[in-house]
Each structure stands twice: as C-alpha cells, then as structure tokens.
C-alpha cells in the first residue's frame, strides 16, 4: 500500500541510520513495524503484570505436577 506522509528530512535520516535501511520506504515501513510490535509486547506485559492470564502453577500442585487438567509437565532445570 502506498502513502504519503510529510517527515522532516532530519527525521528521516535517523530512521534510515536507525532501521539500517538505505532507502526511504523500507526504512519506515521497519521502524512502524517495530513500533507495532513494542507497543504489542508493552501492552502483554501490562496484562501479565494485572493477571490477565490465569496459568495454573506446577509448584501449588506438590511434587509430582501431576494435574489431569493440564496436561503440559512442569518445567524441569538442568
């Protein structure tokens, strides 16, 4: 898709020395990618850390994690 958006050329000379990109397009397209998925991964921490996500914890569950409810084995160090 095309558009057009007006950046200063100061802008836009960072986000190419930025992204590693030489060329205008593939630079921005990067950055609002990258943009994207931060703002993605900074919301997901914001719901694990309010307890969006309610894991069952393998450890609550005594020696064993034996659970016929969850399935997945307890992870395991070493």
Do not use: H, W
Request: proline share 10%.
């Amino acid at each position: 898709m095309r558009v057009s958006v007006d950046i200063d050329e100061e802008t836009l000379k960072e986000v190419m020395a930025l992204t590693g990109e030489t060329r205008k397009s593939p630079a921005l397209a990067k950055a609002i990618v990258e943009f994207t998925y931060r703002r993605r991964a900074k919301e997901f921490g914001r719901l694990i850390r309010e307890g969006a996500f309610d894991y069952p914890d393998p450890a609550a569950e005594g020696p064993g994690g034996d659970d016929p409810e969850n399935p997945i084995p307890p992870l395991t160090l070493g």
